[in-house]
């Protein structure tokens, strides 16, 4: 399987626990994107990387999440002290860039990482 | 800012015959234009894009869009609806930024 994979596909936890998302992209993409979708919402943009580097984060992203990808390969997103508010899936996705290729600047997604704050 | 708007949250259509999904964006510059498809369960699948050049763009499974610059739109089109066509479709903009934003969503029913 070459597409964007995402764990774990659900996540039940208590309020003020933390939780952490893990997200293998597509190997070749140098780009890799988190959104969050709630029910009946589209998907809202949290941050992205290109290689390793951080280089855009919304002002959705308090202080409590944090995202990393440590080598340029996968991602951790994980959230802290977590709230009812937090209850959403947790999409990924990957692309490459350049121009001049029917893939370019298409976002992949995973099935995303569903998380329910009790 | 870059916005999209889908103005219908749910379209029906019986199966056979033609589909809309409309979409409507708002960008200071020139657009990057996309659909995409969520199926239950599953993440969000690309359907077509619109980047430049010809202003219909055909996709997967048979779906096309029309970009209209003037009108600011780029509805989704089938000529011939399936019932596995139902489904949510989004509607995606990318300008100066990086990054898509996505509607709200249309949910797409296929009447047998």
């Known amino acids: 399987d070459t597409g964007v994979s995402q764990d774990p596909r659900h996540k039940i936890t208590k309020r003020g626990q933390n939780v952490t998302f893990r997200c293998d992209p597509i190997?070749?993409?140098?780009?890799l994107y988190w959104y969050r979708q709630t029910l009946g919402q589209g998907p809202e943009f949290l941050t992205y990387?290109?290689?390793?580097?951080?280089?855009?984060k919304s002002r959705l992203l308090s202080d409590r999440f944090s995202a990393e990808r440590p080598k340029g390969s996968f991602s951790t997103l994980e959230i802290q002290r977590t709230e009812q508010g937090d209850s959403a899936m947790y999409l990924c996705?990957?692309?490459?860039?350049?121009?001049?290729?029917?893939?370019?600047?298409?976002?992949?997604f995973g099935a995303g990482s569903r998380l329910t704050v009790l | 800012a870059q916005s999209v708007a889908q103005p219908e949250d749910q379209v029906n259509v019986a199966e056979g015959n033609p589909l809309t999904v409309k979409c409507t964006y708002s960008?200071?510059?020139?657009?990057?234009l996309f659909w995409y498809v969520q199926y239950p369960n599953r993440g969000l699948q690309f359907l077509l894009k619109?980047?430049?050049?010809?202003?219909l763009v055909k996709g997967s499974y048979g779906f096309e869009a029309e970009f209209n610059k003037s009108q600011t739109s780029f509805h989704l089109k089938k000529p011939s609806a399936l019932v596995s066509d139902s489904a949510l479709y989004f509607c995606?903009?990318?300008?100066?930024?990086?990054?898509?934003?996505f509607g709200t969503g249309t949910r797409l029913t296929i009447i047998p």
């Open positions: 996705a990957s692309s490459a860039t350049g121009t001049g290729f029917s893939g370019a600047n298409v976002l992949t």
């Open positions: 190997s070749e993409h140098n780009r």
């Open positions: 990387f290109q290689n390793e580097a951080q280089l855009e």
């Open positions: 960008v200071s510059g020139n657009p990057y």
């Open positions: 619109y980047i430049t050049g010809d202003n």
């Open positions: 995606a903009v990318r300008e100066r930024e990086e990054k898509l934003t």
